[in-house]
């Protein structure tokens, strides 16, 4: 089946490591993009990337790190720079701008 | 900027009744909004979208409604379910449809 798979759906770290949250997607989608969520909030943006190999800061860049060496895949590190890395992340991708967005079902991280 | 420390509007409707959720876009330029559906611990769903060319535009059950002059969106979901019971986000693409932007969510409870 077409769709985006995230991993893994709980991820546990100490304080201080740097962590690597997965996103694959199979629906041949140009565009792919990173989201936090906290809880009882709403989505705020990290990172987004419109094509293999370029990527843009969304609101919320500092402290995370992404890369786009395939279409398929965007994988997000958490970095010991981010403060409170502790929350619930969203991968999506769109075939292009101003199209219908298709999201993961999250991949929810705790640092202890 | 962050919102860090807002919580979510809640909606409260008793089954069987409308339901209006309602969401204030910020950027004039949007010219794609899209609504979603948001479970607790999934990825949002889509629900309907709509383009700014169209003040109106009908689904299974759901309506949005756009008004540019003010900047506002709304959901209206017809003899509501409880398994309408969820956080309800709308979406704008900013940045000449680059970035595809929440807005803060409205959790809606059916009593039954």
């Known amino acids: 089946d077409g769709g985006i798979t995230q991993s893994p759906k709980y991820l546990f770290r100490k304080e201080g490591q740097n962590v690597t949250l997965s996103c694959e997607q199979n629906l041949n989608h140009d565009a792919m993009y990173w989201y936090r969520q906290d809880p009882g909030q709403g989505l705020r943006l990290i990172y987004y990337s419109q094509i293999v190999n370029d990527f843009q800061k969304g609101d919320i860049a500092e402290g995370y790190s992404v890369s786009r060496e395939k279409k398929e895949s965007f994988p997000l590190t958490v970095t010991s720079a981010q403060k409170n890395p502790t929350a619930f992340y969203l991968c999506?991708?769109?075939?292009?701008?101003?199209?219908?967005?298709?999201f993961g079902q999250g991949t929810r991280l705790t640092v202890v | 900027g962050e919102s860090v420390g807002l919580h979510l509007p809640t909606l409260s409707v008793q089954e069987g009744d409308n339901s209006i959720i309602n969401c204030a876009y910020s950027n004039s330029a949007s010219d794609y909004f899209i609504w979603y559906k948001q479970e607790s611990g999934k990825g949002p769903q889509f629900i309907i979208d709509?383009?700014?060319?169209?003040d109106k535009r009908q689904g299974q059950r759901v309506t949005v409604l756009l008004n540019k002059t003010v900047k506002h969106l709304s959901l209206q979901i017809a003899a509501t379910q409880p398994g309408d019971s969820a956080v309800y986000f709308c979406?704008?693409?900013?940045?000449?449809?680059?970035?595809?932007?929440f807005g803060a969510g409205t959790i809606l409870r059916v009593k039954s």
């Open positions: 709509i383009r700014s060319n169209m």
């Open positions: 979406a704008e693409w900013a940045e000449y449809g680059n970035k595809l932007v």
């Open positions: 999506a991708s769109s075939p292009g701008r101003v199209t219908e967005a298709f």
